[in-house]
């Protein structure tokens, strides 16, 4: 029973991000969630008390705090920006639905923005002293730290889908490795680091 009980509440789970990934927190009902896990409207309150504690659920379950935590230690700010690049590029594509549900949040500055705002404000704050340390050594190159931490951010964290402009790339899709390496690359040039 305890298995079924799990298996139904990660389905839901599931379900859930996937809906708000495609079509927002507000415009995803309960039902819907639950006709796309196979579960019983009743079961999100059993499980979780309500659509907003889903939603938290599903950072708690899915966010990974833990091995982003691991960069906060790391005082090198070029191996510190490296991992970071690599491990952001790594979790954009093992999990874009989580990814896109943050976007959406943060770009329309919803109620539950101070939640995605304390799940990523501690790793931007790392790249934020990285950079500046960085500047400070000599080995970056730019004029505005707020606004070079913005360009950073975008070119790891607010990589837009390729789908969408996919009818005009001629190049095949880069796999993971690759795209590490490109974006670290572009961003390590637009820091001014040169080897």
């Known amino acids: 029973m305890v298995h ?3 298996d139904m509440k990660m389905k839901i789970l599931l379900a859930a991000k996937k809906l708000f990934a495609q079509h927002g927190y507000d415009a995803t009902s309960v039902r819907q969630i639950c006709e796309e896990a196979g579960a019983n409207v009743a079961l999100v309150s059993y499980y979780f008390g309500g659509k907003e504690s889903v939603f938290h659920e599903i950072f708690k379950q899915f966010f990974p705090a ?3 935590t691991e960069f906060y230690e790391v005082e090198d700010p070029l191996a510190g920006i490296q991992q970071v690049i690599r491990e ?3 979790i954009r594509n093992e999990d874009p639905q989580l990814i896109s549900l943050i976007q959406m949040e943060i770009i329309t500055i919803t109620p539950r923005v101070d939640k995605m705002r304390e799940l990523v404000f501690p790793l931007w704050k790392k790249v934020r ?3 500046d340390k960085g500047r400070q050594e ?5 004029e505005g730290l707020d606004s070079t931490l913005m360009f950073v951010l975008g070119a790891m964290f607010f990589y ?3 789908e969408f402009f996919e009818p005009m790339f001629t190049e095949e899709r880069p796999d993971m490795e690759t795209l590490i390496g490109q974006t670290t690359a572009f961003i ?3 820091l001014g680091y040169h080897k």
């Not at 000599?138 to 730019?142: H, I, P, R």
């Open 66 to 68: 833990i091995k982003l």
């Open 129 to 131: 002293d990285l950079l």
């Open 88 to 90: 952001v590029v790594k």
């Open 4 to 6: 079924q009980e799990s």
């Open 138 to 142: 000599g080995l970056y190159e730019f």
């Open 160 to 162: 837009k889908q390729r």
């Open 188 to 190: 390590m040039r637009a």
